[in-house]
C-alpha cells in the first residue's frame, strides 16, 4: 500500500495480501495537500457536480464565504511532545520547513496577517522561497551562534535525520544538550519534558523497565546505525553533589545485532545511575 505526493488515493501494489471477504481495516497516512482534500471530500458529501477550488485569494475575499468548520492545531510542545514519543519524521520534516518559512521575508514580516502551515501560505498555496535551506540555516544559526554548539560537530541536510549524507558526533549531542541548559534552564526543563522518559512512555516505554523513570532521552536508528542521547539521573541525587548525566551513544556498523546494542547502551546508561559519587 502506498501513495504518491500530492495524491488522496491510496494505491494497492501486487504485492499486498487481504483474504478474500476479510473485515475493513483503517489505514492512517499523513496527506501532502490537505485543503484540496477536505475541498474535495466535502464536495462529494453534498454531492456538488462542480467545484473549484481557489487558490488564490485573498483576506479580504473571506467576507464573501461562510465558514462551515474551524480546526484548530493543538500547542507547539503537545506537537513536539508526540514527535519526541513517536519519533514521527513527517513532523520533524515540517518543524524544518516551517522555521524556513518564518526566517523568510514573508514570514517575518511583522505586518503579513496571512495564517501560516506547513511553511506554505494558505491563501496562495505557494512556497516563495527554498524553505528547506532556510530551516537548516535556521537550525544552524540557533546552535552554533546563539548556543555556541560547534560548528565542526554536526552536518544537517535534512529535518528527520534519514539522508545518510547527515554527519553527527556523540560530543556534539552532549554539547547540544549541556549548552541549552546553560543559555535557557525553563527553555531546558520543557524540553526535558518532552523527551521519552525511560520504562515509562514513548520510544523508551520497554526500555529501562528495571528502573522506571531515571532515563530521558531520545532514540535514533536506521539500518546500520543505533543511537540514544540524554541524561540518566543519578541514584544518590542532587543531595550528594550529583546532578544528572549527559550521555551520548551512535553505534556505526556493528556486527552486532540491534537487540544487543540497545541492551549494551541501557547497561552503560544505568552503571551511570549507579555510580557511586566517590568515584
Not at 38 to 67: F, L, P
Not at 154 to 179: A, M, W, Y
Not at 185 to 207: A, C, D, E, H
Amino acid at each position: 500500500l502506498y501513495s504518491r505526493p500530492g495524491e488522496s488515493a491510496i494505491r494497492v501494489t501486487s504485492q499486498s495480501q487481504m483474504k478474500l471477504n476479510a473485515s475493513s481495516i483503517d489505514i492512517v497516512r499523513s496527506l501532502m495537500q490537505p485543503e484540496e482534500f477536505i475541498a474535495s471530500t466535502i464536495a462529494r458529501m453534498v454531492g456538488a457536480t462542480r467545484t473549484r477550488i481557489v487558490t488564490d485569494s485573498t483576506e479580504s475575499d473571506y467576507a464573501r464565504y461562510v465558514t462551515l468548520d474551524t480546526i484548530v492545531s493543538e500547542p507547539l510542545p503537545v506537537l513536539m511532545n508526540w514527535t519526541l514519543l513517536e519519533s514521527d519524521n513527517m513532523y520533524t520534516e515540517l518543524f524544518l520547513r516551517q522555521l524556513g518559512y518564518y526566517a523568510s521575508s514573508m514570514g517575518s514580516n511583522k505586518n503579513n496577517k496571512n495564517h501560516f502551515h506547513g511553511g506554505f501560505n494558505r491563501l496562495s498555496g505557494k512556497i516563495p522561497v527554498d524553505v528547506e535551506q532556510l530551516g537548516l540555516k535556521q537550525v544552524r544559526s540557533t546552535l552554533v551562534d546563539k548556543l555556541g554548539v560547534s560548528g565542526d560537530a554536526f552536518k544537517q541536510v535534512d529535518g528527520s535525520g534519514l539522508s545518510r549524507h547527515n554527519l553527527l558526533s556523540p560530543q556534539g549531542l552532549i554539547e547540544t544538550i549541556v549548552k541549552l541548559h546553560e543559555a535557557d534552564r525553563s527553555l531546558f526543563r520543557l524540553y526535558l519534558s518532552l523527551l521519552p522518559v525511560g520504562g515509562v512512555s514513548g520510544t523508551l516505554k520497554n526500555r529501562f523497565l528495571d528502573y522506571p523513570g531515571v532515563v530521558r532521552a531520545k532514540t535514533g536508528s536506521m539500518t546500520g546505525v543505533i543511537s540514544l542521547a540524554g541524561l540518566v539521573d543519578s541514584k544518590f541525587g542532587a543531595s550528594q553533589g550529583r546532578g544528572p548525566y549527559v550521555f551520548a551513544f551512535i553505534v556505526n556498523q556493528s556486527a552486532a545485532t540491534s537487540a544487543d546494542i540497545r541492551k549494551a547502551i541501557d547497561t552503560v546508561v544505568i552503571a551511570l545511575h549507579l555510580m557511586d559519587p566517590s568515584c
